[in-house]
C-alpha cells in the first residue's frame, strides 16, 4: 500500500481515534488517505497552531499522545509554539509533518524549512525520515516515546515522495531503541531513606507537580497525605491531582501561591517532591527556598534531579510506584497524626480570608466570575485556561476536584492556548462540560479557532474576563515600573460578542454581578459554543503576588498595595 | 572549573552531532572540544567531549545528554586513562638552519614531519593538551603559518572500557 495509507494504519494500532490537522502540499497524499479512512477522525483547525494546542489539550484528558499534522514549511513552524507549550508540560504528543521529496531537501525548495532542525530543542525526539522503510517503525517508536517516561512531544517528517511509495504493512511489535529505558522501578534503598525521614519529620509538606497527574496517582497521593497527615501543595499543573476542598489542601505555591502554601513549604522540616521541578515560579529566590527542610525529590526524570534545588533523598521513578512504596512502608502506628502544632499552625494561615468579591457599583470582579463558574459546573469540568491574569485567577477561584481537568499552559505560558486546547479536551470528552477562562488579549491569539468549534458543535464556554489591558503585564508595571503602561492597554475591543456570532457561536455579553450566574447557566446549557464578554474591573490584580527574586515569604497582599 | 572528558556511544544516525552538540549551547555549557568516529560496530558512533565546568555543570550534562534517545551511554573518562589530540602544524622555514632547527624540535617531542618544501615545514604531533601547547609554543618563533587541530579522543586504560548493554 502507499506510504500514506500505511501512516493512517499505524495511527489507527496506535488506537487514535482523532487527529487535528490542516492539509497543505506536503501532506496532500496523507491528506487523501484520510479522505479514504472511514474511521479515523480528522478535526481541521483554523490555524496549526489550534491543531497542536488542540492535539495536547486532548492528551492532558484522555492520558494518551494528541496527534496534529502539518504541512511543510509554514505549516510545520506554526506548530512550533504548540509543540513547545506541550514539552514543557511534558504533554504526549505526535506531531507528522509534511516535507519536500528528498532528493529537494536542502534546495531551499517552495515550503521548506529544516523542521527536525527547528525542533530539536522543543521535542523529546523527532526524526526525519528518508526511506518509506522507516515509516512503520519510526510512527511505532514515536508514540513509545512521546507516552512512556517523562512524556513530551516527538515530531516526524515525512517528505511528500515517502508518501506516495508502496510498501508492505507489516507493523512492528517490537521496537529497538538502545538510548531509551526510563526507571519506572524506585531503587529501595531510597525508597527506606525516604520512609525514615517521614518518620521523624514534624513539619512535613507534600509538593506535587504534573507528574502526579502524568502517572495517574492522584489516588495514592491521597492515600500518602491522609496517612501521613501531611499537607499537600500543589503546582499549577498538578491542579486536580488532589480535591482543594481537603483540610489538608494548601492550595498552588510560588508566585502566585497562597500564604499558607508559601509559609508552610519555608517552615517545613520535610518537602515531599513528586512529580515536580522546582521551578522558578515555584521557588523564588532559591536561597530562601524551604531554609529547614531535608528534600526528598521523586521524578521520573533524573535531570530534574538536583537541578535546581539540592535534594536530600533523590527517588527516580514513576510517580504511583514511588507513593505505592513509600504507603506501604510506612509505619501507620508510630506516626503522629492529627492536631500537632504543625497542623494547627497551617490551619491559622490558612483561616478564612475576608475577601468582598461584590462590584459594588463598579465593574464586576473578575474572580467573582471564576467563583461562580467553579459554583456553578459539575465537578468534572474541563477547565482551559489562557495565559496571564486570567489564568492565576482561574487557578485561585476555581476549585478544582478532579484529575485532567484543568489544561493550562504552565511552563511556556502561551497566550491563546486555552481555546484550542478545549476543543482538543471536548473532542476526547463529549460528555463533559468544558469551560475556556480567557483575557481579552490571550483569546484574540487564536479567536479562529470558534470556528472549528462551531463546525464540529463543540458546545466549548469561553469566559472573556475583558478588562481592556494585557493585565498582567499590567499588573507588573503598575508595581514594578511607577505605572508606565507600556503598549498593555487595549482600550476599545472588538466586540467579542459579535465575533462570535459571526462564527456562528452564541454570543453575550455581560456587565453586572447579578446576571452572571445567568450567563453561565445559560452556558453551560447550550449545545453549541458560547462566548461569554464579562466587561471586568480593569485595573484588578492578583494577589498575593511575590516579586520576581523574593523569597516565598516576602508576599504582596492586597493591603500592602497603594491604591487598590 | 575543571576540564572534564566524556565518552558517549551514540546511534550512527544524522543529526545526532546537530542534537548533541546543540544541547550544550542551549543549556548553556562550555564545550572544549568535540571528535567523532564510528565504533567497531557500524551502527554505533563514540563522542570524546571535553567541557569546562564544575561537578554540578558535569552532572546536568551527563543527565541531559543520557535523555537524548539516540544517546546510548555516557560516561566520564577520569583517573586512569590515555587522552590524546593531533595537530598539524604548518611553519614557516627561511634556511635549512632554521629548518634543521624545527626538526630537533619535532624530534623532542617525538612529533613526525610530513611535509618539506622550501618556504615550510608541516609537523604531525600527537599528545595531551599540553603537550601540543608546549611545541605550539616552541614553534611560534619560527612563526607558524597555520594550524589544523583535533579534539581530544581518550580510553580508560586496563579492562575497563564502554560498552553496550
Redesign the interface.
Known amino acids: 500500500m502507499k506510504g500514506a495509507e500505511a501512516i493512517i494504519k499505524a495511527l489507527k494500532k496506535e488506537d487514535v481515534e482523532h487527529v487535528f490537522g490542516y492539509p497543505g502540499g506536503a501532506v496532500i497524499d496523507l491528506y487523501d488517505a484520510i479522505h479514504e479512512d472511514d474511521d479515523l477522525k480528522h478535526i481541521l483547525t483554523r490555524h496549526e497552531q489550534g491543531a497542536a494546542h488542540a492535539a495536547d489539550g486532548y492528551a492532558r484528558v484522555t492520558g494518551k499522545a494528541g496527534v496534529c499534522i502539518a504541512t511543510s514549511g509554514p505549516g510545520a513552524t506554526n506548530l512550533v509554539t504548540g509543540i513547545a507549550t506541550a514539552h514543557m508540560d511534558s504533554v504526549p504528543v505526535v506531531a507528522l509533518t509534511g516535507q519536500v521529496p528528498v532528493e529537494m531537501i536542502g534546495n531551499d525548495a517552495f515550503q521548506e524549512a529544516d523542521t527536525t532542525g527547528i525542533t530539536i530543542p522543543i521535542t523529546k525526539h523527532n526524526q526525519l525520515l528518508k526511506e518509506s522503510k522507516n515509516i512503520l517503525s519510526t510512527i511505532k517508536k514515536s508514540f513509545h516515546i512521546a507516552e512512556t517516561g517523562r512524556n513530551g512531544p516527538v515530531l516526524i517528517d515525512i517528505p511528500k515522495d515517502l508518501q506516495s511509495e508502496d510498501i508492505d504493512f507489516d507493523y512492528p511489535k517490537d521496537i529497538s531503541l538502545p538510548g531509551y529505558n526510563p526507571t519506572f522501578r524506585p531503587h529501595e534503598l531510597q525508597i527506606k531513606k525516604a520512609v525514615d525521614a517521614i518518620m521523624e519529620a514534624r513539619r512535613p509538606v507534600i509538593y506535587a507537580g504534573g507528574g502526579v497527574i502524568a502517572s495517574n496517582a492522584s489516588k495514592e497521593l491521597r492515600e500518602l497525605s491522609e496517612t501521613i497527615m501531611a499537607p499537600v501543595t500543589t503546582t499549577l499543573l498538578a491542579k486536580g491531582c488532589y480535591n482543594e476542598e481537603s483540610d489538608l489542601c494548601l492550595g498552588m505555591l510560588g508566585m502566585h501561591g497562597t500564604k499558607e502554601a508559601n509559609y508552610a513549604i519555608t517552615e517545613s522540616d520535610l518537602i515531599i517532591a513528586v512529580g515536580a521541578r522546582f521551578d522558578d515560579r515555584v521557588t523564588g529566590k532559591i536561597e530562601g527556598f524551604a531554609p529547614n527542610a531535608k528534600i526528598v525529590h521523586i521524578d521520573i526524570d533524573p535531570a530534574e534531579i538536583g537541578k535546581n534545588v539540592k535534594t536530600h533523598i533523590p527517588i527516580v521513578g514513576d510517580a504511583k510506584k514511588a507513593l505505592n512504596k513509600l504507603i506501604k512502608r510506612i509505619n501507620r502506628k508510630k506516626i503522629k497524626k492529627e492536631n500537632t502544632e504543625w497542623h494547627n499552625k497551617i490551619k491559622r494561615w490558612k483561616k478564612e480570608k475576608s475577601e468582598s468579591l461584590k462590584s459594588e457599583g463598579k465593574r464586576i470582579k473578575p474572580q467573582f466570575v471564576v467563583k461562580k463558574i467553579s459554583e456553578k459546573t459539575p465537578d468534572d469540568t474541563i477547565l482551559a485556561t489562557e495565559v496571564g491574569q486570567c489564568q492565576m485567577w482561574a487557578a485561585h477561584y476555581y476549585k478544582f476536584k478532579k484529575p485532567r481537568t484543568f489544561l493550562t499552559s504552565g511552563g511556556l505560558g502561551t497566550m491563546g492556548y486555552g481555546l484550542p486546547a478545549s476543543i482538543g479536551a471536548q473532542i476526547a470528552a463529549p460528555d463533559k462540560k468544558v469551560w475556556n477562562i480567557a483575557g481579552d488579549g490571550s483569546i484574540q491569539m487564536n479567536i479562529q479557532e470558534i470556528a472549528t468549534a462551531v463546525k464540529f458543535n463543540l458546545p466549548i464556554n469561553i469566559a472573556i474576563l475583558n478588562n481592556n489591558y494585557l493585565g498582567m503585564v499590567r499588573q507588573w508595571q503598575e508595581l514594578f515600573f511607577d505605572e508606565r503602561y507600556s503598549q498593555t492597554h487595549l482600550g476599545e475591543n472588538p466586540d467579542f460578542s459579535k465575533i462570535a456570532e459571526g462564527f456562528g457561536a452564541k454570543g453575550m455579553v455581560v456587565e453586572k454581578d447579578s446576571e452572571v450566574e445567568e450567563a453561565i447557566d445559560i452556558a453551560n446549557s447550550t449545545d453549541k459554543p458560547v462566548l461569554i464578554d464579562f466587561k471586568v474591573k480593569k485595573e484588578e490584580n492578583v494577589y498575593p503576588m511575590v516579586p520576581s527574586g523574593s523569597t516565598l515569604t516576602e508576599m504582596l497582599e492586597r493591603k500592602d498595595i497603594k491604591g487598590d | 572549573m575543571g576540564v572534564h572528558i566524556l565518552g558517549l556511544l551514540?546511534?550512527n544516525k544524522?543529526?545526532v552531532l546537530?542534537?548533541v552538540a546543540?544541547l550544550f549551547s542551549?543549556r548553556g555549557f562550555n564545550i572544549s572540544t568535540i571528535s567523532v568516529g564510528m565504533t567497531e560496530n557500524p551502527d554505533i558512533s563514540r563522542m570524546t567531549i571535553s567541557i569546562k565546568g564544575d561537578e554540578?555543570e558535569l552532572?546536568?550534562v551527563t543527565?541531559?545528554l543520557?535523555?537524548?534517545?539516540?544517546?546510548?551511554?555516557v560516561s566520564e573518562i577520569s583517573k586512569d586513562y590515555v587522552e590524546r589530540r593531533l595537530a598539524l602544524i604548518k611553519v614557516n622555514t627561511s634556511d635549512s638552519e632554521d629548518r634543521s632547527e624545527i626538526m630537533q624540535i619535532a624530534d623532542v617531542f617525538r612529533a613526525n614531519v610530513v611535509d618539506v618544501s622550501k618556504k615550510n615545514v608541516t609537523i604531525e604531533v600527537t599528545g595531551d593538551r599540553d603537550k601540543i601547547e608546549a611545541i605550539i609554543e616552541m614553534l611560534k618563533e619560527h612563526g607558524i603559518k597555520e594550524i589544523a587541530k583535533t579534539g581530544t579522543v581518550a580510553l580508560n586504560r586496563g579492562k575497563k572500557s564502554m560498552e553496550?548493554d
Do not use: A
Not at chain 2, 66 to 73: G, L, M, R
Open positions: 551514540v546511534e544524522p543529526g546537530n542534537r546543540g542551549r554540578k552532572e546536568q543527565k541531559q543520557n535523555k537524548q534517545i539516540e544517546v546510548i551511554k553496550v
